[in-house]
C-alpha cells in the first residue's frame, strides 16, 4: 500500500507560478512511475507529467515548456510556470508500482485567475 498527500494548491493570477508536492509513504520501494493528472468538472482526468524511477519524463503537450516534474524515491514535484486559466483543475499525485498497481492522492485545488 501506498498513501500520497499533496500540497501546494490554491489560488494564483494568471502567468504567476506555483510548485504541488506530493508525499508517500507505506511501501515506497515498490513504486515506479509518479506523475500528476489533473481533471475538472465534467471531464476525463488528465496526465500532466509523469516521471519513471529512472528519470524518464513525459509531458501533456498543453504544458511542455511551462511545467517541470522531479522526484526523490518518496516525493514527486510540479512547478508550474506561466499559468493559464485553463490550468484551474483539482490536481491528483500519482503513484504506479512495478506492480502496475495505481494509488491516488486526495487531490489540491489549482485556481488560476485572468
Known amino acids: 500500500q501506498v498513501q500520497l498527500v499533496e500540497s501546494g494548491g490554491g489560488l494564483v493570477q494568471a502567468g504567476g507560478s506555483l510548485t504541488l508536492s506530493c508525499a508517500a509513504s507505506g511501501s515506497i520501494f515498490s513504486i515506479n512511475a509518479m506523475g500528476w493528472y489533473r481533471q475538472t468538472p465534467g471531464n476525463q482526468r488528465e496526465l500532466v507529467a509523469r516521471i519513471t524511477r529512472g528519470g524518464i519524463t513525459n509531458y501533456a503537450d498543453s504544458v511542455k515548456g511551462r511545467f517541470t516534474i522531479s522526484r526523490t524515491n518518496a516525493a514527486v514535484y510540479l512547478q508550474m510556470y506561466s499559468l493559464k486559466p485553463e490550468d484551474t483543475a483539482v490536481y491528483l499525485c500519482?503513484?504506479?508500482?512495478?506492480?502496475?498497481?495505481?494509488?491516488w492522492g486526495q487531490g489540491t485545488q489549482v485556481t488560476v485567475s485572468s
Open positions: 500519482n503513484a504506479q508500482t512495478v506492480q502496475r498497481a495505481d494509488y
